[in-house]
C-alpha cells in the first residue's frame, strides 16, 4: 500500500473517529440538559428514578457501540477506506473525462 493512501485512509478514519466522539459528547449533553429541567417539574420519586435509569442506559449503550464502532473501523480501517478512496478517485476520473 503507497505511503499516500496509508495518509488518507488515517485521515478519513481520524475524521470518523472525531465526529462519532463528538456526537457521543453532544448527546451526553442534550441528555443531561433534559434531564435536568425535566426533574424540575416531575415530584414523584419513581417517575424521578425512572428517567434516571432511562438516561444512563441510553448514554451508556450508546457510548458502547461508538466505542464498538470506532475499534472496528481501527481493524479494518485499511478495507473500509480504501474502498471508498478507491470510489472516490474513479468518480473524479470519470467527472474529469466527462468535461
Known sequence: MSNNLEKR??????????????????????VAFVLYFVLQIVDDNAIRTVLYVSSAVLLIFNTASVKA??????????????LDIKHMDANIEAKKKAR
Do not use: C, N, P, R
Open 9 to 30: 485512509i488515517h485521515a478519513l478514519y481520524v475524521q470518523d473517529f472525531i465526529f462519532a466522539w463528538f456526537d457521543v459528547a453532544f448527546l451526553w449533553a442534550a
Open 69 to 82: 464502532m470506532t475499534s472496528h473501523y481501527a481493524e479494518d480501517k485499511d478495507y473500509i477506506y480504501g
